[in-house]
């Protein structure tokens, strides 16, 4: 299983731009880094407020493909071993659950990769002091689909969690606030493109036939942050420059 280096632009609820790197067609990104719960914070709905960011002309604004929540299974058994055991039997378990409970699972901090009864005992388990004992952290998604708030996602994964049984000492909680991940934003560059081209050529009329608008960076890679709670903007980082046709 690939690994990848965690951490965007800014994390929070509201992210930067997205970092570059290349994407093979069918990645799915999540668009926020995992900002972990304040476990003083007892009240689910202060976890979903996010202040919309301003819409930009040039950024086409959809709502993302999945709701995306941490959760971590962690057992304090005192034998390494014997915790290690529990957390992969307890982890195997919510896996077999996933589907019927309309979750999907998965793994990583940018690029997510499904988590599978194949590739579970890949997960790196280790020591988490904060939770004392051992411990290991996926995925658990949601998909967006018309009637799925973010409300409605984060109760169908609290029902998930609830529904895993335990094995021995592990147990299975949230661990990450609510984010959002899109599948393979590079099918919206046309679509981006054509939101440049329509707000150049009005920018350009406003001048004159006399002169055009050049762009460059049409050439980069699409960026997105979050714009709501189920929300995001995606944009390549263009930039426009209005000069004479001569």
């Known amino acids: 299983m690939r690994s990848f280096l965690t951490g965007l632009a800014a994390l929070g609820i509201l992210a930067g731009a997205a970092p570059a790197f290349a994407q093979d067609g069918s990645e799915e990104i999540v668009v926020t880094g995992m900002r972990r719960l304040n476990p003083d914070d007892d009240d689910d709905s202060a976890r979903e407020k996010v202040v919309p960011l301003p819409a930009a002309v040039q950024m086409l604004r959809r ?17 390494e071993d014997d915790a290690n055991a529990e957390v992969y039997a307890m982890t195997r378990k919510a896996i077999e659950l996933a589907a019927g409970a309309g979750v999907q699972l998965a793994t990583g901090e940018i690029v997510v990769e499904p988590l599978t009864a194949a590739n579970y005992k890949e997960l790196a388990i280790g020591e988490d002091d904060e939770e004392n004992g051992q411990a290991v952290k996926f995925l658990v998604k949601v998909p967006l689909a018309p009637g799925i708030d973010a409300k409605t996602a984060l109760a169908r994964i609290d029902k998930f969690i609830k529904a895993v049984p335990a094995v021995g ?9 609510l984010t959002l991940s899109v599948v393979n934003p590079e099918q919206y560059r046309g679509a981006i493109i054509d939101l440049i081209a329509k707000d150049t050529g009005e920018t350009s009329a406003r001048f004159g036939t006399g002169y055009g608008v050049e762009v460059t960076g049409l050439d980069r890679p699409v960026q997105w942050k979050r714009a709501s709670l189920t929300e995001v903007q995606l944009f390549l980082p263009a930039a426009s420059t209005v000069r004479p046709r001569d």
Request: proline share 0%.
């Open 63 to 79: 709502t993302a493909d999945f709701a995306v929540q941490q959760v971590i299974v962690v057992s304090d058994t005192i034998d």
């Open 169 to 177: 000492r592990a147990e299975i909680k949230a661990y990450s606030e």
